[in-house]
């Protein structure tokens, strides 16, 4: 053969395996050396997985090197196991794929994939110390176990944080057993105890409201006796509004006067009389199963385990994230568990077309995911639940342009989150322009589920229930306090049983503080004290809505003629800082070309057309100054809608409604919350999720 034809064949070879689909398998029993060609180890032990996902994203990096992707792109399959990593799997521009041959990392199909930040504590002992013993209750000290961290190689140990309600941050070491969330030992296990009396020697009157601004107050009973002697005392409440909470260190107690002193810094807006408060990370308090306490100065860990400590794994956390993806392209992260991460999960910055798919997500102890720029990226058929705050934060696009990122969050189940920052820390909290949130079930967190700002978002088809469980004066669905935030739809979504803390009432939908141009269609609203909250705002639409058992179907008011007159100013501030009189705002928005000079603080603009109102308290509750300004046109208030079976929360409208002579439109139900699709089909047979809606929700 001629030098020549060598070279033909070769490269005729090369051509056609290029054509291919490439597999990369790595798995427990692999070996970084093995060429990750084969799903198992060979016979003799000579090749097989690769044993890490760093090393078959390196042999992808090998591949682009010596040319292009295979047509169809490279798939890297895991094989079952938890993989505790080392360090955060990172991902940057040089390990993208294209559009014709995309990367794909995923958990074989029907395999239990762990990526795990936290490591297995083991060598667990009963407690013998004659201290240690006398400072818990009797009952627990039979059943408290001990073991070292340092002696298991665990020095980062985290620390105890106080700090304001808003800000993000990860909830330091964690313990998990049996996949569960372990307590860190409290008073009262369940619930809250309320202040006595304030005693700061600076007082507060909000709105009539009376406090103090120093962490100073009595408490009734003799339980913080005994705490003398725990180590850094920390105190949880919401200390003067129902919807403010914040963690705080104790100063001193003295048991003698019932008081309790906090350590600077106070909470934002003080403190007052009734409000409420639990303390957490103590010794003594360890007396039920399933909590737990780490002594920070020995490195001992102490667990009542909520079952013999041998038939479950007690892993603490320790990675700050788990995978960054970094100016990544058409990479797909799919159909794996992801937990006992310090922090937020999986971060997301720049690229486009990366997904987060079919994955569970759970038990970290921040967000399970933050997507930030980038376009088209986004979180679809996920579980999540069990975060320390809320769930996906997706951020991107360009506003000043108006140029939408096309960030999502679609068909996932988020539930349960906001387990150690309950206020602020939403289901999904979204900004920027163009972002979707669509088909997801929301429920049972302490407070809302979806927190937003910015332009030309939809928020479609998801059904939320049972949040805002830990506040009042919240919504479900919040925004507030800029008048640029426009072009917003809020449409075919499912609101039922929303009470707020204690059953005080909270909104469904809460455009708060002035917000501007939201439109509010074909959704339903159902056991909700207030479905459509606008305060002060304008230009906003709620149209085509059936509201059932609500308290109130809508509120308007006009707050900033009154008690918030002073935040006008602030509203004149947040318009100047976009180009509202530069294309494309002026042709999209032309409202605000005018905003300033007709009366910004007069809530003009709004429209409550064409909705189905039944068996609530009131239709409206609209503020006598606010009603000039507000069209209530063309809706069904007075008579009976003949839902298809209402007792069965069936609330479409049969063929003999009076609302479709009055021009309502048909809502799709069948399109609102979760759907199958091959994501969640192929989760994993272990995972315990409900994906049908409950039976009180089958409507």
């Not at 198992?40 to 591949?63: C, M, S, V, W, Y």
């Not at 199909?109 to 818990?136: F, N």
């Not at 003999?656 to 199958?676: C, H, M, N, T």
């Amino acid at each position: 053969m001629t030098h020549l034809a060598w070279a033909a064949l070769v490269c005729t070879v090369v051509t056609a395996s290029s054509t291919k689909p490439r597999t990369l398998y790595v798995a427990p029993i692999g070996n970084d050396q093995w060429s990750g060609r084969l799903p198992a180890p060979n016979r003799r032990q000579t090749d097989g997985p690769f044993a890490t996902l760093e090393r078959a994203r390196d042999e992808i990096r090998k591949l682009k090197t010596a040319g292009a992707l295979p047509k169809g792109g490279v798939t890297v399959e895991l094989r079952a196991g938890t993989y505790e990593l080392a360090r955060p799997f990172e991902l940057t521009a040089e390990d993208s794929g294209t559009e014709e041959a995309p990367i794909l990392y995923r958990a074989r199909q029907g395999e239990e994939v762990r990526l795990s930040g936290g490591q297995v504590v083991t060598g667990w002992k009963p407690v013998t110390d004659p201290a240690i013993l006398a400072r818990l209750d009797e009952p627990a000290r039979g059943n408290v176990l001990q073991a070292d961290l340092r002696g298991q190689s665990i020095t980062d140990l985290g620390q105890m944080k106080a700090g304001p309600r808003w800000a993000q941050s990860e909830a330091g070491l964690e313990l998990f057993f049996g996949d569960q969330s372990m307590t860190l030992a409290r008073w009262p296990n369940e619930g809250f105890v309320k202040i006595v009396e304030v005693l700061g020697s600076t007082p507060r009157d909000a709105w009539g409201i009376k406090g103090c601004s120093e962490g100073v107050f009595t408490y009734e009973g003799d339980r913080p006796a005994r705490w003398v002697g725990d180590k850094e005392i920390m105190l949880h409440g919401f200390w003067f509004w129902d919807w403010a909470d914040q963690r705080q260190r104790v100063a001193s107690i003295d048991t003698a006067k019932r008081v309790i002193t906090l350590a600077p810094p106070y909470h934002d807006f003080g403190y007052r009389n009734g409000q409420w408060y639990y303390a957490y990370n103590l010794l003594s308090e360890l007396d039920r199963p399933g909590e737990w306490y780490l002594d920070r100065e020995t490195g001992l860990l102490y667990l009542w385990p909520p079952a013999p400590i041998d038939s479950g794994r007690a892993t603490v956390s320790l990675l700050p994230t788990l995978v960054t993806m970094e100016d990544v392209s058409q990479v797909t992260i799919r159909g794996f568990t992801l937990e006992c991460a310090r922090g937020t999960a999986v971060s997301i910055s720049g690229g486009t077309h990366t997904r987060l798919a079919g994955c569970v997500i759970r038990n970290v102890g921040s967000y399970a995911a933050a997507i930030g720029g980038g376009t088209a990226n986004g979180v679809v058929g996920c579980d999540i639940y069990q975060t320390g705050d809320g769930g996906v934060i997706i951020s991107g696009g360009d506003r000043k342009t108006l140029t939408p990122a096309g960030l999502y969050v679609e068909n996932c189940h988020l539930h349960h989150y906001s387990r150690w920052n309950p206020i602020l820390k939403a289901a999904v909290q979204m900004d920027g322009v163009g972002q979707r949130i669509a088909h997801n079930l929301i429920d049972n967190a302490p407070h809302m589920a979806i927190l937003f700002g910015g332009n030309d978002h939809v928020i479609e088809y998801n059904e939320i229930h049972s949040v805002d469980l830990s506040a009042n004066d919240a919504g479900a669905i919040y925004a507030g306090f800029n008048p640029t935030f426009r072009g917003n739809q809020i449409r075919g979504n499912y609101f039922h049983h929303l009470h707020g803390y204690e059953g005080r009432g909270c909104n469904a939908i809460y455009l708060d503080d002035m917000f501007c141009s939201a439109t509010i269609f074909g959704n339903v609203f159902y056991d909700v004290p207030r479905a459509a909250f606008i305060g002060g705002g304008r230009d906003n639409v709620v149209e085509n809505n059936v509201f059932v058992n609500c308290q109130f179907a809508v509120h308007v008011d006009a707050r900033a003629l009154g008690w918030a007159k002073g935040a006008v100013d602030t509203l004149k501030q947040r318009l100047v800082e976009v180009p509202y009189q530069e294309e494309p705002w002026r042709s999209r928005f032309p409202q605000l070309l005018t905003y300033l000079d007709d009366e910004p603080a007069v809530p003009k603009g709004n429209l409550v057309v064409r909705n189905v109102v039944w068996h609530c308290g009131r239709f409206d509750e609209i503020e006598d100054l606010a009603r000039p300004h507000v069209v209530l046109q063309d809706n069904l208030a007075d008579q009976d809608p003949r839902f298809a079976d209402a007792a069965k929360l069936d609330f479409r409208l049969r063929d003999d409604s009076p609302a479709w002579k009055l021009g309502f439109q048909r809502i799709p139900v069948e399109k609102i919350g979760l759907y199958a699709d091959d994501l969640r089909a192929s989760w994993p047979v272990w995972h315990t999720v409900t994906v049908p809606r409950t039976p009180e929700s089958a409507g």
